[in-house]
T-cell receptor, first 116, second 112 residues
Protein backbone atom coordinates (compact mmCIF):
# COMPACT_ATOMS: atom_id res chain seq x y z
CA UNK A 1 0.00 0.00 0.00
CA UNK A 2 1.68 3.21 -1.19
CA UNK A 3 -1.27 5.47 -0.62
CA UNK A 4 -1.89 8.41 1.63
CA UNK A 5 -5.65 8.72 2.10
CA UNK A 6 -7.32 12.01 2.96
CA UNK A 7 -10.91 12.73 3.94
CA UNK A 8 -13.02 14.59 3.14
CA UNK A 9 -12.10 15.43 -0.46
CA UNK A 10 -14.15 18.61 -0.33
CA UNK A 11 -15.28 20.69 2.63
CA UNK A 12 -17.30 23.88 2.81
CA UNK A 13 -17.51 25.56 6.17
CA UNK A 14 -18.59 28.82 7.71
CA UNK A 15 -16.29 30.99 9.77
CA UNK A 16 -17.86 29.82 13.03
CA UNK A 17 -17.75 26.09 12.27
CA UNK A 18 -15.45 23.46 13.70
CA UNK A 19 -14.35 20.71 11.33
CA UNK A 20 -11.49 18.25 10.97
CA UNK A 21 -9.41 16.94 8.09
CA UNK A 22 -8.13 13.38 8.34
CA UNK A 23 -5.13 11.61 6.86
CA UNK A 24 -4.05 7.99 7.00
CA UNK A 25 -1.06 6.03 5.71
CA UNK A 26 -0.02 2.40 6.14
CA UNK A 27 3.49 2.54 4.69
CA UNK A 28 5.18 2.55 8.09
CA UNK A 29 6.34 6.12 7.56
CA UNK A 30 7.25 7.90 10.78
CA UNK A 31 7.07 11.47 9.49
CA UNK A 32 3.77 13.06 8.49
CA UNK A 33 3.11 16.54 7.16
CA UNK A 34 0.39 19.07 6.53
CA UNK A 35 0.80 21.43 3.58
CA UNK A 36 -1.45 24.23 2.34
CA UNK A 37 -1.58 24.93 -1.39
CA UNK A 38 -3.16 27.78 -3.31
CA UNK A 39 -3.87 27.40 -7.03
CA UNK A 40 -0.71 27.15 -9.18
CA UNK A 41 1.50 27.89 -6.16
CA UNK A 42 3.89 25.48 -4.45
CA UNK A 43 2.78 23.63 -1.34
CA UNK A 44 3.52 25.56 1.86
CA UNK A 45 4.60 23.55 4.86
CA UNK A 46 2.38 23.94 7.93
CA UNK A 47 3.29 21.16 10.37
CA UNK A 48 5.59 18.15 10.63
CA UNK A 49 5.16 15.23 13.00
CA UNK A 50 8.05 12.87 13.58
CA UNK A 51 7.41 9.72 15.60
CA UNK A 52 4.02 11.16 16.61
CA UNK A 53 5.60 14.29 18.07
CA UNK A 54 5.18 17.76 16.59
CA UNK A 55 8.62 18.73 15.32
CA UNK A 56 7.85 21.71 13.09
CA UNK A 57 5.14 24.36 13.30
CA UNK A 58 5.68 26.96 10.60
CA UNK A 59 4.09 29.75 12.66
CA UNK A 60 0.63 28.60 11.68
CA UNK A 61 -2.31 30.47 13.28
CA UNK A 62 -3.89 28.69 16.23
CA UNK A 63 -7.17 28.29 14.34
CA UNK A 64 -5.37 25.29 12.77
CA UNK A 65 -4.65 22.57 15.32
CA UNK A 66 -2.82 19.38 14.30
CA UNK A 67 -3.09 16.06 16.04
CA UNK A 68 -1.26 12.76 15.53
CA UNK A 69 -3.16 10.03 17.41
CA UNK A 70 -0.80 7.26 16.24
CA UNK A 71 1.87 6.56 13.64
CA UNK A 72 -0.69 6.03 10.85
CA UNK A 73 -3.09 8.90 11.46
CA UNK A 74 -2.85 12.67 11.22
CA UNK A 75 -5.68 15.12 11.80
CA UNK A 76 -6.02 18.85 11.25
CA UNK A 77 -8.68 20.51 13.39
CA UNK A 78 -10.17 23.70 11.99
CA UNK A 79 -11.93 26.39 13.98
CA UNK A 80 -12.92 29.98 13.26
CA UNK A 81 -11.28 29.99 9.85
CA UNK A 82 -11.16 32.97 7.51
CA UNK A 83 -12.08 33.06 3.80
CA UNK A 84 -8.38 33.43 2.95
CA UNK A 85 -7.82 29.97 4.46
CA UNK A 86 -9.65 28.47 1.50
CA UNK A 87 -7.10 26.21 -0.22
CA UNK A 88 -6.11 22.63 -0.96
CA UNK A 89 -4.78 20.98 2.20
CA UNK A 90 -2.33 18.22 1.44
CA UNK A 91 -1.18 15.53 3.82
CA UNK A 92 2.11 13.77 3.11
CA UNK A 93 4.32 11.17 4.68
CA UNK A 94 7.94 10.09 4.36
CA UNK A 95 10.33 7.56 5.78
CA UNK A 96 12.20 10.35 7.57
CA UNK A 97 13.23 9.58 11.09
CA UNK A 98 14.96 11.55 13.77
CA UNK A 99 18.20 11.42 11.79
CA UNK A 100 16.70 13.65 9.16
CA UNK A 101 15.00 13.51 5.82
CA UNK A 102 15.57 10.31 3.88
CA UNK A 103 13.68 11.27 0.78
CA UNK A 104 10.43 11.00 -1.06
CA UNK A 105 7.28 12.66 0.14
CA UNK A 106 4.11 10.75 -0.63
CA UNK A 107 1.20 13.15 -0.98
CA UNK A 108 -2.47 12.43 -0.45
CA UNK A 109 -5.05 13.70 -2.94
CA UNK A 110 -5.84 16.62 -0.70
CA UNK A 111 -8.89 18.14 0.93
CA UNK A 112 -10.24 21.16 -0.90
CA UNK A 113 -11.49 23.61 1.71
CA UNK A 114 -13.80 26.53 1.07
CA UNK A 115 -14.47 28.95 3.91
CA UNK A 116 -17.56 31.11 3.44
CA UNK B 1 17.04 28.59 5.27
CA UNK B 2 16.97 27.10 1.79
CA UNK B 3 15.81 29.24 -1.12
CA UNK B 4 14.91 27.58 -4.42
CA UNK B 5 14.39 29.62 -7.57
CA UNK B 6 12.73 28.09 -10.63
CA UNK B 7 12.62 29.30 -14.24
CA UNK B 8 10.73 29.78 -16.43
CA UNK B 9 7.35 30.30 -14.79
CA UNK B 10 5.54 29.24 -17.98
CA UNK B 11 6.73 27.15 -20.92
CA UNK B 12 4.87 26.37 -24.12
CA UNK B 13 6.33 23.75 -26.45
CA UNK B 14 5.24 22.01 -29.61
CA UNK B 15 4.44 18.33 -29.23
CA UNK B 16 7.57 16.31 -29.87
CA UNK B 17 9.95 19.09 -28.85
CA UNK B 18 12.00 19.14 -25.65
CA UNK B 19 11.28 21.13 -22.49
CA UNK B 20 13.87 22.28 -19.96
CA UNK B 21 13.18 23.74 -16.52
CA UNK B 22 15.99 25.11 -14.37
CA UNK B 23 16.30 25.55 -10.61
CA UNK B 24 18.92 27.02 -8.33
CA UNK B 25 19.29 26.49 -4.60
CA UNK B 26 21.13 28.38 -1.89
CA UNK B 27 21.98 25.88 0.88
CA UNK B 28 25.15 23.93 0.10
CA UNK B 29 24.05 21.29 2.65
CA UNK B 30 21.06 20.33 0.50
CA UNK B 31 21.50 16.84 -0.90
CA UNK B 32 18.12 15.70 -2.21
CA UNK B 33 16.43 17.25 -5.25
CA UNK B 34 13.04 15.92 -6.34
CA UNK B 35 10.80 17.06 -9.16
CA UNK B 36 7.02 16.93 -8.79
CA UNK B 37 4.37 17.06 -11.50
CA UNK B 38 0.94 18.34 -10.59
CA UNK B 39 -1.95 18.05 -13.00
CA UNK B 40 -4.97 20.27 -12.57
CA UNK B 41 -6.96 19.23 -9.48
CA UNK B 42 -4.55 16.42 -8.61
CA UNK B 43 -1.87 15.84 -6.00
CA UNK B 44 1.82 16.57 -6.66
CA UNK B 45 3.48 13.37 -7.85
CA UNK B 46 7.18 12.62 -7.77
CA UNK B 47 8.46 12.07 -11.30
CA UNK B 48 12.19 11.90 -10.71
CA UNK B 49 14.70 12.76 -8.01
CA UNK B 50 18.45 13.03 -7.68
CA UNK B 51 20.86 12.96 -4.78
CA UNK B 52 24.02 14.99 -4.51
CA UNK B 53 26.35 12.07 -5.15
CA UNK B 54 24.96 11.74 -8.68
CA UNK B 55 25.31 14.16 -11.61
CA UNK B 56 22.57 12.89 -13.90
CA UNK B 57 19.64 10.53 -13.78
CA UNK B 58 17.30 9.39 -16.56
CA UNK B 59 13.93 7.70 -16.62
CA UNK B 60 12.59 7.17 -20.12
CA UNK B 61 11.76 10.64 -21.52
CA UNK B 62 12.74 12.59 -18.42
CA UNK B 63 16.16 13.36 -17.03
CA UNK B 64 17.56 15.49 -14.26
CA UNK B 65 21.04 16.98 -14.06
CA UNK B 66 22.72 18.39 -10.97
CA UNK B 67 25.67 20.76 -10.73
CA UNK B 68 26.63 20.94 -7.06
CA UNK B 69 29.36 23.48 -7.59
CA UNK B 70 27.00 25.93 -9.24
CA UNK B 71 24.08 24.86 -7.03
CA UNK B 72 21.68 24.29 -9.88
CA UNK B 73 19.67 21.39 -11.24
CA UNK B 74 17.50 20.98 -14.30
CA UNK B 75 14.64 18.84 -15.60
CA UNK B 76 14.68 17.76 -19.22
CA UNK B 77 11.64 16.29 -20.93
CA UNK B 78 12.19 14.94 -24.44
CA UNK B 79 9.58 14.11 -27.11
CA UNK B 80 6.91 16.00 -25.20
CA UNK B 81 3.32 14.77 -25.35
CA UNK B 82 0.04 16.53 -24.48
CA UNK B 83 -0.13 14.55 -21.23
CA UNK B 84 3.07 16.26 -20.11
CA UNK B 85 1.05 19.46 -19.71
CA UNK B 86 1.05 20.24 -15.97
CA UNK B 87 2.70 22.38 -13.32
CA UNK B 88 6.19 21.16 -12.43
CA UNK B 89 7.85 21.96 -9.09
CA UNK B 90 11.48 21.48 -8.22
CA UNK B 91 12.50 21.13 -4.59
CA UNK B 92 15.53 20.78 -2.36
CA UNK B 93 16.15 19.48 1.13
CA UNK B 94 19.08 18.84 3.41
CA UNK B 95 19.49 15.90 5.76
CA UNK B 96 19.23 18.04 8.88
CA UNK B 97 15.56 18.92 8.70
CA UNK B 98 12.23 17.76 7.33
CA UNK B 99 11.58 20.76 5.15
CA UNK B 100 11.31 20.37 1.43
CA UNK B 101 11.81 23.81 -0.11
CA UNK B 102 9.83 24.14 -3.34
CA UNK B 103 10.44 26.33 -6.34
CA UNK B 104 7.59 28.56 -7.51
CA UNK B 105 6.55 26.14 -10.25
CA UNK B 106 6.57 26.04 -14.05
CA UNK B 107 3.34 25.69 -16.01
CA UNK B 108 4.14 23.56 -19.05
CA UNK B 109 1.76 23.51 -22.00
CA UNK B 110 2.37 21.06 -24.83
CA UNK B 111 0.69 22.20 -28.06
CA UNK B 112 -0.65 19.43 -30.27
Amino acid sequence: DTEVTQTPKHLVMGMTNKKSLKCEQHMGHRAMYWYKQKAKKPPELMFVYSYEKLSINESVPSRFSPECPNSSLLNLHLHALQPEDSALYLCASSQAGLAGNTGELFFGEGSRLTVL
Amino acid sequence: GENVEQHPSTLSVQEGDSAVIKCTYSDSASNYFPWYKQELGKRPQLIIDIRSNVGEKKDQRIAVTLNKTAKHFSLHITETQPEDSAVYFCAASNPNDYKLSFGAGTTVTVRA
